[in-house]
C-alpha cells in the first residue's frame, strides 16, 4: 500500500493474516484528520488523532517509510525513496513538490532548506493500493505556502497550539502597543467548508471558556473571521441548516465574510502611511498581513489556509505512464486488443477537472491507449480510437481517485468505506462478482457552543441542529476513530464536556422542581451551587492552556 492517510491504516488491519502487507509512507503514523481541529485547541491531546502503522496486534503488516517514486506496472515494482530523516514529516504538504523529478527547486529551497535526496530501493507487489491523499492547494496566492497555517497533520496542529499562544501572550506584555495588540488578537480563517467552520468553533470556544479566564484583559479585543470566495458557507448543507449555522456564528461574535478574495499574506503589519513605508514587526513575535480584495490590507495575529485540494505530485506525474502495456494484469475493457493497435503509450486515466485516477466500481485503475508516432506530420491513416484496460491487481482510494461516471464526496466516511470493502472482498476472494456502492451516511459540522448540524443522506425531516446533533456529532467521530486505545482515550478527554450538558439538563429539572415547590429564592440558590460544581470540574479536568 502506498499511503499517507489513514484508509492505509483502515485496510492493513482488516486484512487477513494471509496477506503479507507493506506499507509505504513518508510517516510512521496515521491521521484522524476530523480530530485535529480538536488537537489543535487542547480539547483533545494530540495521540488520540495518531494511529502508529507499526502494531505487535498484526505482525504481517510491514512499513517501510519513504515517498513512492515511481511505478513499473509491467515489472510491478514500486520504486521508493527514503524519508526517515525527513524535516518536512507532520506538516502539510502544498504546492511544494517532494520529488526529485519537481521543476519547483527554488520553492523547496526557500521553503525546506537544502535537502540531500534519500537512497532509492525497490519492492515487488503482488497487489498494490494506491491512497496517498490530496495536498492543500493554494491557488497561487503570494505568501500563502511560507505563511499561512494548515491543517492536515498533526504538526500543523501543534504549530497552530502554539501560534495561539503566542498572540495571546505577546498581546499581553506591557511593551506590545495598542495597534500591534489588535492585530495579534485577530485570527482568519481562510475556507467556508466543515473543516475552516469547525475550526471557527473550536477557536470561539477556546477564547470564550478557557483564555477570557486566563486573560481578561483581552478577551474582548478577540475577533475571529471566517473569510470564503463563494457566496455562502457550508454550501453543502441544506440552506435552512447553513442559515442555523450562520446565526449561530453569529452570537458567538464569529464573523462571516463570502465573497472575499484573497490575494497575498505576508509576514510584518500593514503600511501606515501614504508612501509605503511599513513597521517594522516582522520578527518572531510580529504579525502578519492579510490582503483581501473586499478590505484591503490587515493586520491579523494568524491565518489559517482550510479551503482547496491538489492532486498528490505522485499521482500527477510518477503515475503517468504506464513503461508499455502491462499484459499480465491488465485486460481490455474496451476498444481493440493490445497486440492489434500500433505503437502506444498506455496512460493512467485521470479525471480531466481534479486529475484524480479514474477507478471502475471495483476500485480497480484504470488505462486509456494514446497514439505515438515518431513522425512530426500527421498521419493519413485512419485513427484509432483509444482503448480502455483495466489494471485488475492495482486498487486507487481516497482522494486521489473517482469512479468513472460518479462524483463521490471526498470526505473520511468515503475513503473509509471503501477501504472497509476492499478488506472483505480481498478476504473473501470474491471481486469479481462484487460491486462497490456508497452509502450516504450524512455530512455534519460542529458550531461552537455545544452545537452542531446535522444533514441525513435521505429525508429532510431527520436534518438535526443543535445539542442532539453535538451529541450525534461526537459519538460519530467516536465510533470513526479505529483503535481500541482512542475510543476509550478520547471520551476520557471529552467526559467532562458530556457531564457539563447532562448537568444543565439536571439543574433544569431541579430548579423547575425547587421553584414550584420551595419558591424562586431557593432554586437560585441551588443553581448558584451547581454552577460553581461545573466551574470546579473544568478547571480539574479542562483544557490545560499551560501545556501548549
Known sequence: MVDSSNIGYVLSQRLSSKYQTVVISPRSYFVFTPLLNSTAVGTLEFRTALEPVRSRRKPNVEFMQGWADDVDFGRKIVTVEESVVDQRQGKAMTDADPYRHSSLTDMKMEKFGKRQEGKRFDIVYDKLVVAVGCYSQTFGTRGVKENAYFMKDIGDARRIRKRVLECFEVASLPTTSDKLREQLL????????????????????????????LYPRLAQSVQITVHDVASKVLSMFDDKLAQYAMKTFSRQGVLIKTNSHVEELRRGSPHTNGDGSQEDVADAQGCYTLTTAQDGAMGIGMCVWSTGNMMNPFVKRALRKTHGFPSDSAVITSGVAADQLPKQDWMIEKNSKTGAIIIDDKLRVQLRSQSTTSSPQPSQEPQIPASIATLTDVFALGDNATIRDQMLPATAQTASQQ??????????????????????LGIMAYLGNSKAIVESGGSKALDISGRAAWLIWRGAYLTMSVSWRNKILIPTYWWVFYFDFLLAYFVFLLCQYVVENWGEGCGVQVKSLIHWVSRFLNWLFGRDITRF
Open 419 to 440: 477501504a472497509i470493502w476492499l478488506a472483505k472482498r480481498l478476504n473473501a476472494n470474491d471481486l469479481q462478482s462484487q460491486h462497490f456502492t456508497f452509502k450516504n
Open 186 to 213: 485577530r485570527f482568519a480563517i481562510i475556507g467556508g467548508g466543515p473543516t475552516g467552520m469547525e475550526f471557527a468553533a473550536e477557536l470561539s470556544d477556546l477564547v470564550h471558556e478557557d483564555l477570557s479566564k
